[in-house]
């Protein structure tokens, strides 16, 4: 069973109103589970409306959103359990910090679950040191912190409420290239000791290479095409064509696949694609 199945989705922005857009047009896809899947697109294609879907945020105009085998909106007044099962990460979620304290805003989602103290404790400390958050941090107002470190404690909050699926829209956006892959690091954790489903929306095609698993495009409110990440990246014409790019090392490969050198022309990990090139040489 897919963790989430998108069936014949549609949604209009102002509808009836001369601002009328469509942001969706008829989409259908699934989201597979236990695995980190890339959401990637220009600007405008959908893929942050895409992610409100996905637990109950907004509601299709028509078509059916699945989340482990249940039609969230067959019943209306029960959509708020969907957003425990979906734990929806916006882009620069630090400017949703408010609590006096940073423990106490990692613990405001458990809280509202109703959990007894023991299990909030347990929670707020198993999130924070996946997300490298000390204990002298936790007793900071999130307000002293830096903006990585506020990240990460937006992170930690959603992470605290256990999530069958966690969606980040752009975790890493503005960050410096340590600040980002000690976000990406606490993701990874987090889907491997939850057995997690994972979905990343990015634009940069460097963080989609090293951590998803598949990919999916979005382009002009439809689906572009969805697959794994090798035969994805192999498509660098196509992804072109939607304003979209390859890694840079996939770029090169192949280029030198172009020239004649025997490399993978979708090579997009810059180790492999070191010891591939370094092997060519020495023959």
């Known amino acids: ?18 601002f009328e857009r469509l942001a969706l047009d008829n989409i259908s896809l699934s989201f597979k589970t236990g695995i ?10 959908g893929k942050s409306t895409l992610v409100k879907l996905l637990n109950g945020l907004e509601k299709p105009d028509c078509g059916t959103v699945t989340v482990m085998g ?26 949703q910090l408010f609590e006096e304290t940073v423990k106490a805003d990692i613990a405001f989602g458990p809280k509202n679950m109703k959990l007894d103290e023991t299990e909030i404790e347990k929670r707020v400390k ?28 937006a992170i930690a909050g959603i992470m605290a409420m256990q999530p069958e699926i966690l969606v980040l829209d752009e975790p890493a956006a503005g960050l410096d290239p340590r600040g980002r892959e000690d976000i990406f690091k606490g993701i990874v954790e987090y889907r491997k000791e939850r057995n997690a489903t994972v979905i990343i929306v990015s634009h940069s095609m460097e963080d989609m290479a090293k951590y998803s698993d598949e990919i999916v495009v979005m382009n002009q409110a439809k689906l572009f095409m ?29 280029k030198l696949s172009d020239a004649g050198m025997p490399i993978s022309s979708n090579c997009y990990n810059v180790k492999t694609a070191a010891g591939k090139i370094n092997s060519i040489l020495q023959k």
Request: hydrophobic share 30%; with cysteine; proline share 5%.
């Open 1 to 18: 069973m897919n963790a989430i199945e998108i069936s014949n989705v549609s949604y209009t922005y102002s509808k009836s109103t001369p």
């Open 36 to 45: 980190i899947t890339g959401l990637m697109g220009h600007t405008g294609s």
């Open 70 to 95: 249940e039609n969230i909106w067959s019943e209306p007044k029960q959509i708020s359990k969907y957003r425990y099962k979906v734990g929806l990460v916006f882009q620069y979620p630090e400017y």
């Open 126 to 153: 198993d999130s924070a040191d996946l997300c490298g958050i000390d204990n002298a941090m936790l007793e900071k107002s999130p307000f002293d912190l830096s903006g990585g470190q506020k990240r990460r404690v």
């Open 226 to 254: 969805q697959g794994c990440k090798d035969d994805i990246f192999a498509k660098s014409d196509e992804l072109r064509s939607v304003g979209l790019d390859v890694p840079s090392i996939t770029y090169l490969s192949k």
